[in-house]
């Protein structure tokens, strides 16, 4: 089961990456260039700045399907590629629990 | 109104240099690409080389920027450091962007998000560059620009309107220095629009001197910006002395040594050509080099100034002349001291930009 989480994951990082180089007009970057604990703003890491969260609100509502309205919460969701990979795995996780029961 | 400095890019690259250079050199085929929607045909287009938007030292603070505000920065930019003048806090500088279409790639793809996702979920960038002022905002944040900033958009003669306005600023001294220019795009709305409403050039030539009732287009694309002023060291190309709109005067009272005429078949009738060229004087047309835009004056504007500046005339890129009109053959170093370049819109319109030395 573990197994199947990570290689889950890893997909997600994986689309991630590729929604961000797609979608933010990251200069002379590629998708396997973005490690994964890499901090998406700030001057450290990728440098992303407030419109480009704003973008990844939109990427998650057009490609994943959640909404994120709470600020503080997206701080901690926002932080890297791999916060934000899990943050995605786990709302699909309890969305598809609560289509089971 | 004096010429300080022009700034170009087009098909045949970036700089004031490489649009001389593109005069020297002549004619060029154009691209012939396929459509999505009309794959059986080859459409011919002059479109921008994609490394001549290249270049991280001015784009550096554009990372949003789309290729329209690109090109734009790009010709404001080098039309700045062309002139060689030390543009600091104490003058105003003004920008005045002309364009017919505007960004309109961001545009649609702006349009397809709210068709396709909702008005919920488009892209903030794209909503914030689907505007055609964006460009202006470009360019005066990256020379931190703070004077008057607008867009001039209009399908007849924007880059005529934009330097008619130059001049008003100028003249009441709201600026002390215009950055002015003319930006369009040819992106895959356009090509399909030009493939359905225009006649084009299957052989990838527009011809200037047909002077045809339906003329032919090659779609081309780019910007050129000029700094302007009314200091009397900013005349390096010489100057800009007048814009006459639907012009009946009489031009033997003001004989110019060249008329450029300014057919390129995006306009639609060209006969009015016929009767725009002045008895004794030279005519030319300089649109086959980077194609067939409604601001196309703009690029047959600065290769009059470059003529002033360098005295030569330039030879006609495509110099097939039924009419027998008095077209320039050969690139030659001669005494050139004023042009007029003189475009039609729709065989009626008429406007005649007047440079001299």
Redesign the interface.
Known sequence: MEGDQEKTLAEIRARVKGLLVDNLALQDIQAEDIRDDEILFGEEGLGLDSLDAVEIVVLLQRNFGLEMKDIDQGKKIFYSVDTLARYIYENRKSNTSKEQS | MNIAGIGTICTRGRGIESFAHALQQGWKAPQFISLQSLPDKSFPVYPLNQESLMD?AVLGKM??ADRFSRMAALAAWDAVQDSGMALDGEHTMGIIVASAFGPHTTTFRFLDDILD?GE??????AFSHSVHNTAASYIASLLDIRGPTITVSQFAFPFHQAILLAQAWLDEKRCDYVLVGSADESGRVMEYICSQKLRIADDGQIQPFHFSAAPKAVPGEGSVFFLMTSREDGRKYGELSEVALSSHRNEEEDKPDICILEADGMAGDETGYRDAVVPGAFAAGYSPLFGSMLTGSGFQCAAAALMLKEQIRYACPVQDNPGRVNICTVTETAEIHSIHCIRYHCGQKKAVIKLRR
């Open positions: 991280k990372r949003r996702y919920a979920n488009v892209s903030p960038t």
